[in-house]
T-cell receptor
Framework: AQTVTQSQPEMSVQEAETVTLSCTYD???????LFWYKQPPSRQMILVIR??????QNATENRFSVNFQKAAKSFSLKISDSQLGDTAMYFC??????????FGAGTRLTVKP | ETGVTQSPTHLIKTRGQQVTLRCSSQ?????VSWYQQALGQGPQFIFQ???????GRGNFPPRFSGLQFPNYSSELNVNALELDDSALYLC???????????????FGPGTRLTVL
């Protein structure tokens, strides 16, 4: 069974600084996808970034980038130039091709002014 | 393009009652997945519907059931409610995987269910 572990229940960062959220997963699959989702207090789950396991190049989306280490089964999210609007719960998720999505327990990120 | 919508926003029930939650998928999407998110936890997969058929189920008892309609909207029904059913219920819609490539899931805002 696939499991996703986020070892940091809470983190904080000063506005404009950089923060890295950690995620590890366990799978025997070779073809899968990894995601970071943001869930602000409004509850709507928003996709931040996606990584296909077959791609060696790390995904980037503006201020968000990932460090994907397939052999280590690690998938961390780096947020650069943190903004107050980045304050939210962040969930790491795993999905094997054609299957359901498995989420970690989440990291609560607070950006301080 | 209309996003994923869910109703109601909030709901309060008592133990033993039954509840129906509704989800309207995004235009062009034929697959709906339901998730339960307990307070302080990540979402847990309940089941998925594709073309009106259940297409995968997580570790939830049979009192959790669902439907998908020809317009691809969906319902989640929970019978004999228990206190532990109190949670945020999320639905997500997407296009199917038949094209062989990943299709992004778009989440609705959720329904907050409280069981007293």
């Amino acid at each position: 069974a696939q499991t996703v572990t986020q070892s940091q229940p809470e983190m904080s960062v000063q506005e404009a600084e950089t923060v890295t959220l950690s995620c590890t997963y366990d799978t025997s699959e070779n073809n899968y996808y990894l995601f970071w989702y943001k869930q602000p207090p409004s509850r709507q789950m928003i996709l931040v970034i996606r990584q296909e396991a077959y791609k060696q190049q790390n995904a980037t989306e503006n201020r968000f980038s990932v460090n994907f280490q397939k052999a280590a089964k690690s998938f961390s999210l780096k947020i650069s130039d943190s903004q107050l609007g980045d304050t939210a719960m962040y969930f790491c998720a795993f999905m094997k091709h054609g299957s359901d999505m498995r989420f970690g327990a989440g990291t609560r990120l607070t950006v301080k002014p | 393009e209309t996003g994923v919508t869910q109703s109601p926003t909030h709901l309060i029930k008592t133990r033993g009652q039954q509840v129906t939650l509704r989800c309207s998928s995004q235009s062009g999407h034929n697959t709906v997945s339901w998730y339960q998110q307990a307070l302080g936890q990540g979402p847990q997969f309940i089941f998925q519907y594709y073309r009106e058929e259940e297409n995968g189920r997580g570790n939830f008892p049979p009192r959790f059931s669902g439907l998908q309609f020809p317009n691809y909207s969906s319902e989640l029904n929970v019978n004999a409610l228990e206190l532990d059913d109190s949670a945020l219920y999320l639905c997500a819609s997407s296009r199917s995987w038949t094209s062989g490539s990943y299709n992004e899931q778009f989440f609705g805002p959720g329904t907050r269910l409280t069981v007293l």
